[in-house]
Nanobody, 122 residues
Framework: QVQLVESGGGLAQAGGSLRLSCAAS????????MGWFRQAPGKEREFVAT????????YYGDSVKGRFTISRDNSENTVFLQMNSLKPEDTAVYYC???????????????WGQGTQVTVSS
């Protein structure tokens, strides 16, 4: 069992940066691949980024590639999402999730946080 709690969301201006954190409970955090997803009002949940359990592999959604960076610290049971060059279209609730198998499909993820709101003003 893994419990996930996101933090770091808030209001940013276009072109600015935010760093999201996701703290995990449980001794098995390092065995899980971790992902970030987001959901804007009226839209489906969208894949943002994923990192392997070692931290050695990462993949990004096309809309954030080159602007966002996912990383993890297994000693702190935490995964991060550094978001730079923010755009108004990045406005969404951001969720972190844990999966046994690395991938972009949210159906592969077994555990989810409650989400944190990110709002980017133009």
């Amino acid at each position: 069992q893994v419990q996930l709690v996101e933090s770091g969301g808030g209001l940013a201006q276009a072109g600015g940066s935010l760093r999201l954190s996701c703290a995990a409970s449980g001794r098995t955090f390092s065995r899980y691949n971790m992902g970030w997803f987001r959901q804007a009002p009226g839209k489906e949940r969208e894949f943002v980024a994923t990192v392997s359990w070692t931290g050695g592999s990462t993949y990004y959604g096309d809309s954030v590639k080159g602007r966002f960076t996912i990383s993890r610290d297994n000693s702190e049971n935490t995964v991060f999402l550094q978001m730079n060059s923010l755009k108004p279209e990045d406005t969404a609730v951001y969720y972190c999730a844990a999966a046994s198998v690395m991938g972009r499909d949210q159906r592969q993820y077994n555990y989810w946080g409650q989400g944190t709101q990110v709002t980017v003003s133009s």
